[in-house]
Nanobody
Framework: QVQLVESGGGLVQTGASLRLSCAASRGTLSTYTVGWFRQAPGKEREFVASISSSGATTGYADSVKGRFTISRDNAKNTVYLQMTSLKLEDTALYYC??????????????????WGQGTQVTVSL
């Protein structure tokens, strides 16, 4: 079993950057696909980005492509989400989650096994 802890969220203005981290407080991330998801108030949880266990394969939602970058450091047991050019619509609670497949490319959050508690990102004018 893996326990995940997200960090790095905060309140920023439009156009700013943030880097979120997803660390495993128990277990190892190195054999899992890791995904980032977000959920805004009144909306369903949506896929943001994912990265395969080796880091060779990444995927992004169209809404963040070109602005967000997912990466991982397996030696540090951590996955990152670098967010740039933040927009008001990026405001949400951001979660990381793992899938046991090393290179899982589907985006359905119900397929992911373990989740962190989330970190809030708020973008203001």
């Amino acid at each position: 079993q893996v326990q995940l802890v997200e960090s790095g969220g905060g309140l920023v203005q439009t156009g700013a950057s943030l880097r979120l981290s997803c660390a495993a407080s128990r277990g190892t991330l190195s054999t899992y696909t890791v995904g980032w998801f977000r959920q805004a108030p009144g909306k369903e949880r949506e896929f943001v980005a994912s990265i395969s266990s080796s880091g060779a394969t990444t995927g992004y939602a169209d809404s963040v492509k070109g602005r967000f970058t997912i990466s991982r450091d397996n030696a540090k047991n951590t996955v990152y989400l670098q967010m740039t050019s933040l927009k008001l619509e990026d405001t949400a609670l951001y979660y990381c989650a793992v899938h046991p497949n090393r290179d899982y490319r589907f985006r359905n959050p119900t397929h992911y096994a373990y989740w962190g508690q989330g970190t809030q990102v708020t973008v203001s004018l």
